[in-house]
């Protein structure tokens, strides 16, 4: 079953959104200072650094970003010279603090979707923690929806890359894709799956894991 997220009212997005901001601080805030050094699921950065990312997300930065991406060749390039700076700029405590200050912002990027705040949130979430060995549940409160919207986004591409894998969650009413092979697992680990973490994997079983670890390793 696939759920429509375009039939999901906006104010409990919104208030989905502020709740994770909120649980995400509470959850960084007793992290450590090797902690906040070690590296993150995202190749590259550390958790300070993807905190910094995430924390960004309810401020106006549209200029900056633009200004940023035509400097360093593009989106992913000005993301990655902007986040480095603003980790070296804030302290761990004061991102928190961002996190919770930005809680009920509806600000977004011109562009983007919606739902691109929340994946984002949701997923940077894991990426800073799971290394950690830290337990940050992923809310199954709008995570069917999530899902979807992760599935279909061309940010992603996982329709592309994965096109003879069908992903049904354990724990949830949710499936996606027309297999034959077929991956399953709790959605939380579907949706680092979907977003291309390999690291979502291990949660996961089925025929389609193998042909998963092949694409999602690439």
Do not use: K
Not at 99 to 105: E, F, G, I, P, Q
Not at 112 to 125: I, T
Not at 175 to 198: C, M, N, Q, W
Request: glycine residues 10%; proline residues 8%; contains cysteine.
């Amino acid at each position: 079953m696939s759920i429509d997220p375009r039939t999901v009212p906006q104010p409990e997005l919104r208030s989905a959104i502020a709740e994770e901001r909120v649980a995400l601080a509470d959850d960084l805030a007793g992290l450590t200072d090797d902690e906040w050094r070690a590296p993150s699921l995202c190749t590259g950065w550390t958790v300070h650094e993807v905190v910094a990312h995430v924390s960004q997300s309810g401020f106006p930065h549209t200029w900056a970003w633009i200004a940023a991406a035509i400097r360093h060749g593009g989106p992913d390039g000005g993301e990655d010279v902007r986040t480095r700076a603003r980790a070296a700029r804030h302290t761990p405590a004061e991102l928190v603090e961002q996190l919770r200050a930005s809680a009920s912002s509806t600000y977004r990027l011109p562009l983007s979707n919606r739902w691109d705040p929340y994946v984002d949130l949701l997923v940077h979430g894991q990426d800073a923690l799971r290394p950690l060995g830290r337990t940050h549940p992923v809310p199954t409160r709008l995570l069917a929806p999530a899902l979807t919207f992760a599935w279909h986004s061309p940010l992603y591409g996982v329709r592309r890359r994965l096109r003879t894998v069908r992903f049904v969650a354990t724990d949830l009413d949710w499936s996606a894709g027309d297999g034959p092979l077929e991956l399953h697992g709790p959605a939380g680990d579907l949706l680092l799956a979907v977003t291309g973490r390999p690291a979502g994997l291990a949660g996961l079983t089925g025929s389609g894991r193998e042909a998963a670890a092949a694409t999602l390793g690439g």
